[in-house]
């Protein structure tokens, strides 16, 4: 009967673990139409372009966040699960306390199998600037972006962020 208990616990972790890997949003920052504290409420040089062409395209951002919460996550589960099993299979607590530390490295260790870095939707917008073609990769979906004007804010020399100049779709009309 400890074997489908042990197995179920199993599952249990791994699946856990997995659940917290998907936690946060990577690229949410790295979006053009997203500001951290310091930009708010600050003067930033903006600017109309022209956007010409709209294609679609994949942008490598950090998964950080999301690794660590899996790698938190696995060694508490790893800690209680070891701990369990330690103290029911080996009947004593110090076995229990030992499965335990052991169970949390395999956790973390299991956490540590969520990437680092991922890949995101992103767009390749090329566009006009006073009479010169530029191109800029954003974190975005293309239905976020439309041919024509847009605004651009600089925030600093080689850095532009095109903010979205349309909606995506909700709803029924989602697709």
């Not at 847009?150 to 962020?161: E, H, K």
């Amino acid at each position: 009967m400890a074997v489908p208990n042990m197995k179920f616990r199993l599952v249990l972790c791994v699946s856990s673990v997995l659940a917290l890997s998907a936690c946060a949003t990577p690229g949410e920052e790295n979006r053009a139409d997203s500001y951290t504290a310091d930009q708010v409420n600050s003067r930033q040089e903006a600017k109309v372009v022209n956007i010409l062409a709209i294609l679609p395209a994949k942008v490598q951002v950090s998964n950080a966040q999301n690794q660590r919460a899996a790698q938190i996550g696995g060694a508490l589960l790893g800690a209680g699960l070891g701990a369990g099993l330690g103290a029911g299979v080996g009947g004593t607590a110090g076995l229990g306390a030992l499965a335990g530390i052991g169970g949390a490295g395999v956790g973390a260790g299991a956490g540590s199998l969520v990437p680092g870095k991922v890949m995101v939707a992103g767009v390749s917008l090329t566009y006009t600037q006073d009479g010169h073609t530029f191109n800029s990769a954003q974190v975005g979906k293309i239905c976020e972006f439309k041919l024509g004007q847009a605004i651009m804010v600089q925030t600093a020399p080689d850095v532009t962020r095109i903010q979205p100049n349309a909606t995506c779709p909700t709803g029924k009309n989602a697709g």
